[in-house]
């Protein structure tokens, strides 16, 4: 692993329409840990809610491959000013710093957030009293990616709240891609006994297993730094909130690794890619269950008829 104190934080101003998209694009040229300013007080007292202007920030270490990202970035940006002419201008700054302090950017930017009826999701640092129903999952997410407020990841607790709250089989759920391992910790207080959580980054496994201590439900849990193709077993539950590349590269996998009835959550799916993913999983009438969206994202849960 590449050890460096010399970074380059950008920040892009870009209207709220925008920000996931933005998002997805940097994960997909592999800038990760982006996070959100400008949160101002919700009419919950409690809760924060995003404005109608917000900015992005995100670091990224300097080196060969970092003049190559920023140029993508400002490519885009341009694309994205081409084709919302009607939306405010975006404007993107660059500049070098040393020794960032990621606990207290996440600190200060990061919130308790309600999502869907009962699930609350607070940082670690914060005081929260929950309601009598409220399941509450506390994240210290480090620089991995899930904290609530990312679009795809609340579609997918809506869904799983959902799903777990209207079916009641024992569940074998397997989490692809699980960050901070925010969907499986929640999926577990919600009653979930057996929970196999995987993720290609090392970093993000050790946030996930200490957040899972953190919630009191490290046993339920099995995390590992794994790839589809070396899961073995079966599931009655999937979820995987990835990129739309991603799902459909490994559908067959997916689908494989579910047990006819089983339940199959996509999520990490900018809308205008939805065909996409329709046509791959072949996702019609029969085995469609729900199609959430949010501000320019798409989740689908589907269950799987052989």
Not at 73 to 78: F, S, V
């Amino acid at each position: 692993m590449q050890i460096t104190n010399s970074w380059i934080k950008i920040e892009i101003t870009a209207p709220e329409e925008l920000v996931d998209a933005i998002s997805s694009f940097l994960d997909d040229i592999g800038v990760a840990g982006c996070y959100q300013e400008n949160f101002v007080d919700g009419e919950d007292g409690d809760f924060f809610a995003s404005p109608a202007v917000e900015r992005l920030i995100v670091h990224i270490p300097q080196d060969l491959r970092s003049e190559k990202k920023i140029a993508q970035l400002e490519r885009y940006l341009a694309e994205l000013k081409e084709l919302f002419p009607q939306l405010m201008a975006l404007s993107a700054s660059h500049s070098t710093v040393e020794n960032p302090d990621w606990n207290e950017a996440w600190k200060k930017y990061f919130k308790p957030l309600r999502i869907g009826r009962n699930i609350v999701i607070k940082p670690s640092w914060e005081r929260f009293i929950p309601q009598a129903d409220d399941i509450l999952v506390e994240i210290d997410p480090g620089m991995a990616f899930g904290t609530g407020q990312h679009a795809s990841s609340r579609l997918c607790l809506e869904e799983l709240e959902v799903l777990l709250t209207s079916q009641q089989p024992p569940w074998r759920m397997l989490d692809v891609g699980t960050g901070t391992g925010i969907l499986s910790i929640y999926a577990a207080k919600a009653g979930v006994g057996e929970i196999l959580a995987i993720d290609l980054d090392q970093d993000a496994v050790t946030i996930a297993q200490e957040n899972a201590r953190l919630n009191g439900i490290r046993q339920q849990i099995s995390f590992r730094v794994q790839t589809l193709e070396e899961v073995s077993g079966d599931f009655n539950l999937i979820v995987a909130n990835l990129t739309t590349k991603t799902l459909i590269d490994n559908r067959h996998r997916l689908l494989n690794a579910l047990i006819n009835g089983g339940f199959l959550i996509l999520s990490g799916v900018i809308a205008e890619h939805g065909d996409d993913i329709e046509r791959a999983f072949k996702i019609n009438p029969e085995n469609l269950c729900r199609k959430r969206m949010a501000n320019g994202w798409v989740c689908y849960a589907l269950q799987q008829r052989k």
